[in-house]
């Protein structure tokens, strides 16, 4: 069986754990059974391989986000990533072509898309595999799963099943409504579209194809940027008249915002936090490296980054995006392929970074056109390639780089940097990699 796991969003409705790079499938906040934290992206991988353990899983990401997917699942991950964004359709249909052309998967193996971040319990991901096998049958071209409501949302569509059985016809979809026809909806039968559906590949493949003018893969991601935005759901499955839908009644939260996602957590701090007996349904996650102390709170959630600090009530937290839409904020820290950096400080002609490199993990080996860099290493062991020549590094070292100087650094244990970047105009953009020689 094959999973598409649906990974995008900028994640701004979880400000400010959650940047463009870093959104919330990516943030540490629930216990895995060895008692460490883990984020949704490694807790859903972990709950599929126990249910699946053969299935072949693939990201379908962004690039911006395929960096810190590798970091936390590892080289393992199959990462099928888009140029840009263009929304569900495109993102599904250059995955198809990607199994197709990349994997070599066959025209009749089942297909199983789902998001990556709902909190969900082990029944789920049986449904998941039954999803695949109802797909791999061929007892109908697509394959839904409707999660029974449990209340009138206006987040999601609907689905009407022509009966009340655990598999069902679907008889139609139904637009995201307002809460009072979300109402009618649930007394009708209808379940949410959780966004969860299963196919043969053929299907996937057949309509991109038909509407995206699919040859293979490498011409589909090099027209990726002209597509239309579009949902799977607007694009195939609300017109799709050969589908069915399995009824799921277990634990599924879509956490979506800061009030749902800490109905999720299992203690009311992640961080140093102190909260005194006064304070009631109040939750902290405090990523900064000052304790906070909360007194006499209620019903509120305060979050702590280095890119802010919220401090809200719990349902008014769920408005915060248009907010957040005002800021004109660097991104201050990301997980990477090869580690993790957290910015420091920013002056007008100089940015310092802290930069934790995993062990056996390198940079890019890479130059800059408009900036000196400066490195001072402050824990582990390891080995810069400065111009060629490469070096031992420890505790202690400071390695100097010009600008238009070619330069990496590798660790060999993990391996802790303090870089500090000196330069009029100090961009990401002002990277340029080359080949590392052996």
């Known amino acids: 069986m094959n999973i598409i796991l649906l990974s995008g969003g900028s994640g701004k409705r979880l400000w400010p754990l959650s940047n463009d790079i870093r959104s919330k499938q990516f943030i540490k906040l629930f216990k895995n059974p060895d008692g460490e934290y883990e984020s949704m992206v490694q807790r859903v991988y972990r709950q599929i391989r126990c249910a699946a353990p053969d299935a ?44 197709r052309d990349k994997k070599h998967v066959l025209a009749e193996e089942p297909v199983v898309v789902c998001p990556v ?31 029974l409501p449990s209340y009138p949302s206006e987040k999601y569509g609907y689905i009407l099943p022509e009966d009340d059985r655990p598999v069902s016809r679907v008889k139609l979809f139904q637009e995201k409504p307002d809460a009072e026809t979300a109402q009618r909806y649930i007394e009708q039968g209808a379940l949410w579209n959780g966004g969860i559906f299963a196919a043969r590949l053929g299907y996937f493949l057949r309509l991109a194809e038909e509407k995206l003018g699919l040859t293979d893969y490498d011409d589909l991601f090099d027209r990726y940027a002209a597509l239309e935005r579009i949902s799977f759901d607007y694009a195939i499955a609300e017109k799709e008249k050969n589908a069915l839908v399995r009824r799921f009644a277990g634990e599924w939260w879509d956490l979506g915002t800061w009030n749902t996602l800490t109905r999720a957590m299992e203690e009311a701090s992640v961080g140093d936090a102190v909260l005194n007996g006064t304070c009631e349904n109040v939750h902290v996650i405090n990523e900064l490296d000052v304790p906070v102390l909360c007194m006499g709170l209620k019903n509120a959630v305060i979050s702590a980054s280095p890119e802010g600090i919220l401090v809200s009530d719990k349902e008014q937290s769920s408005y915060i995006l248009p907010f957040v839409d005002q800021m004109d904020q660097k991104i201050m820290f990301a997980d990477k392929s090869w580690g993790s950096f957290r910015v420091i400080d920013v002056e007008d002609e100089s940015m310092t970074i802290k930069v934790t490199l995993k062990p056996g993990r390198s940079m890019n080996y890479h130059s800059h056109e ?36 070619r330069h990496t650094i590798i660790a060999d244990t993990e391996l802790k940097v ?21």
Not at 374 to 403: K, N, Y
Not at 421 to 435: A, F, H, P, W
Request: charged share 25%; proline share 4%.
């Open 418 to 438: 303090i870089e500090v970047q000196l330069g009029r105009e100090i961009s990401v953009n002002d990277k340029r990699k080359y080949e590392l020689e052996s």
């Open 117 to 147: 971040d709902p909190f969900a319990g082990e029944d789920y991901f049986d449904a998941i595999v039954e999803l695949g096998k109802l797909a791999e049958s061929g007892a109908s071209d697509l394959v839904l799963l409707g999660i």
């Open 370 to 405: 408009h900036r000196d860099e400066v490195w001072t290493v402050i824990s582990g062991e390891g080995r810069t390639v400065v111009d060629g020549m490469e070096q031992p590094v420890h505790p202690g070292d400071v390695i100097t780089m010009q600008a238009g100087c």
């Open 56 to 99: 072949n899983i693939t990201f379908a990401t962004s690039r911006s986000q395929a960096s810190a997917i590798y970091n936390q699942i590892g080289d393992a991950a199959g990462i099928c990533a888009e140029p840009c964004r263009r929304d569900t359709f495109p993102a599904i249909s250059l995955a198809a072509a990607w199994l």
